[in-house]
């Protein structure tokens, strides 16, 4: 063997083994990781459910994290955590040694510390905003009348075909008359015999079935936001019947 050979061969080996120990410090390294995450999500997630008194103490947690490492040498304390000291927060912090295997290197071992950081699920507070009813209504786009039900007949548009020279003697459901859609009418002209569609509760003929006119958005809010619209004269006088 050569004298270069003789002198590259052992910081190749250590090289090699050096790298492989570093694999191995990685590996343990995300499973503490990991057992840290299980440990905090089962105190957040239980602490709501109970009265939370166990999982206000750190060695409910210190015992939780050996359980989950008790097939790794390490040893992890967690004295430097934080347990609901600021909005129900878990704040566990990990540390621990490791020594190396190497006598030649001047640091004896190497320290590690590892942190999670996640809130105690402490349940949802339900109220109402101020100034709500909690009082769900519905209301035609651009309507002046609140609904109770949305199945409310004047909510359900009733289409139908009928031809162009019946309409002078038609009247929609409130005694109006019915006049030319601005959207698919404007500028056409018709003959009597013409197909032209007709709502129930509408006040416009339209000259074809697909037109938007046709389509009603309904908005849904709560009773205390309707402002100046009145009440339906069915669906609420029915609400207020059955109420009764």
Known sequence: M??????????????????????????????????MVRVAREASAGYGATEGSA????????????????????????????????????????????KLP???????QLRFRQRVHMRAF???????????????????????????????TYLTLSISQVVYGDLEDMRNRGGGIYKEC???CKGKSFQKEMPVW?????????????CSGLKRKIREMDLSQVGSRTPCSKCCNVMKEEND
Do not use: W
């Open 2 to 35: 050569t004298v270069e050979a003789a002198l590259v061969l052992p910081l190749f080996i250590f090289s090699m083994v050096l790298i492989g120990y570093m694999g191995v410090l990685m590996s343990e390294e995300e499973q503490v990781q990991m057992a």
């Open 55 to 98: 999982y206000k103490s750190l060695a409910y947690y210190q015992g939780k994290l050996a359980l989950y490492l008790r097939d790794s040498e390490r040893v992890v304390s967690l004295l430097s955590s934080e347990i609901m000291k600021e909005e129900d927060q878990i704040d566990l912090v990990g540390t621990y040694k490791v």
């Open 102 to 108: 190497f006598r030649m290197i001047t640091v004896p």
């Open 122 to 152: 402490t349940g949802v507070e339900t109220r109402k905003p101020a100034g709500r009813t909690g009082q769900t209504v519905y209301v035609a786009e651009n309507g002046s009348v609140y609904h109770q039900k949305l199945s409310c």
């Open 182 to 184: 601005e959207r698919c």
């Open 198 to 210: 007709i709502t129930n509760f509408g006040d416009k003929y339209h000259s074809h079935g697909a």
